[in-house]
């Protein structure tokens, strides 16, 4: 029996519902590990169909068509290493969440995914029937142990592993990122190292799907939890690691460990990545956006010119009467600095129009709110007439703070194919721009320095849809907003649990009400970067119709 044990492990970006080419993708990896003399080349959970395919993998002909791609895989295989990949398995009238290993032109192991998640972004058990609590898979004289991502965060599937023989664990993921996600990988990981005495190995995919995106950062850990090597987070990488068997078991031969990245750097890499990920697997290159010269806009437009390259980024002033002029010197700086095009059209005149066409209609009503969503409705719609005209996906500007409560205008500013910034609260808004401005990476495609000038941060945020007008005339400040919002939205508190901590009830109601009457505008909104675990997408499903209201 050997002593040593080579993995190679791949860190890559599928894409959903790509079956060909995610094979070929995994064949390429297998060629590379075979180069590299690997006993075992791994890729992530799910990775032939993409992941998360949601009822997608229902269908018949796709689950059977990602079967078919995982033996065509064994057969184009046998004459090197294992290979261990993630797919679907329909059996029996059942559908599994199912971990290959392909070994000598077949299917020489097969475990099914116990713990099937059912939280936040994870609806797996409408999808998938839970596979049996089993023991490890044999390769080469070696009992390795698959728990398949939620498994390994359960004792009992690692704890029966490790009972039944297995000499360590690999785990095979599709683990979504949120702010902190990374130190929680390694809570759960370390205990179930600490718990079985056996060492390791954590491997995450990297890309974006829709709003989720997969942060990477795959590692190993040795006895006592204790670090071996780690990967880089967000970004595609193949590794080969070693282990090696003493008198006291398994250990990984400790290698490279990849700085991650503070909260800011990962949250704003999260942003960029899903821009790029999602232009490119729709098959869109190019963007554009309503650059109005406040922070929501300057950020996207950063964002945007970071993940596509300036070059690619169509920022579009479109002014009304009731646009400053610093706004106007403002968007142009933004665009200036970031290299991407600029554009100034001017909404007055067709806004005159629409407001002559409707005067017999609203005559004896006095002005109000209608006549400010115009303008915003005129520029939706001229940013989409461009997008069709050239081609561009029109990105939405509205952060969490405004997608809330309903501080954005449906068919009008909430136009758009995707928003960089959804699960971005304001406070947040601010400090990223002024995280960027000082921080530049080779993953950011736009130049480096203050590319968002002071002043558009620091300026009383404002639609300017009439004279004078300020956020804080309907809103509270933002920074006693987001504290309520974030008790309200993200802690799920109560309106008297959110009075005790010092706001005024009043103020706490009113924002709770926006939040539930805004819900027919989140529903229709487009999908958006998912930061944390309790995003306006498939982490929190609201009915559009409800009369309830917190009593206390």
Partial sequence: MADRFRLTLAQLNPTVGAIPANADRAYAAWRQGKDAGADLVALPEMFIPGYQPQDLVMRPAFHHHAMDAVQALAADTADGPALGVGGPLFEDGRLYNAYFILKDGRIACTVRKHELPNETVFDERRLYTPGPLAGPCGLDGLRLGIPVCEDAWHADVSETLAETGAEFLFVPNGSPYYRGKLETRFNKMVARVVETGLPLIYLNMVGAQDDQIFDGGSFGLNAHGRLAFQMPAFDEDIRTIELVRDDAGWHIVEGTEVPQGDAWEQDYRAMVEAVRDYFRKTGFSKALLGLSGGVDSALVATIAADALGPDNVRCVMLPSEYTSEHSLEDAEAVAKALGCHYDYVPISGPRAAVTETLAPLFEGTKPDVTEENIQSRLR????????????????????????????????????????????LYKTRVFETCRWRNANHRPWMKAPAGEVIPPRVIDKPPSAELRADQKDADSLPPYEELDVILEELIDNESSVAQVVDKGFDRAVVKKVENLIYVSEYKRFQSAPGARLSKRSFWLDRRYPVVNRWRDPT
């Avoid at 703070?401 to 500013?413: C, K, L, Q, R």
């Fill in 380 to 423: 939706g719609l001229l940013l989409m007439a461009l997008s069709n005209k050239f081609g561009e996906m029109l990105l939405t500007t509205g952060n969490k703070s405004e997608v809330a409560v309903g501080y954005a205008t449906i068919y009008g500013d909430m136009s758009g194919g995707y928003n960089p910034i959804k699960d």
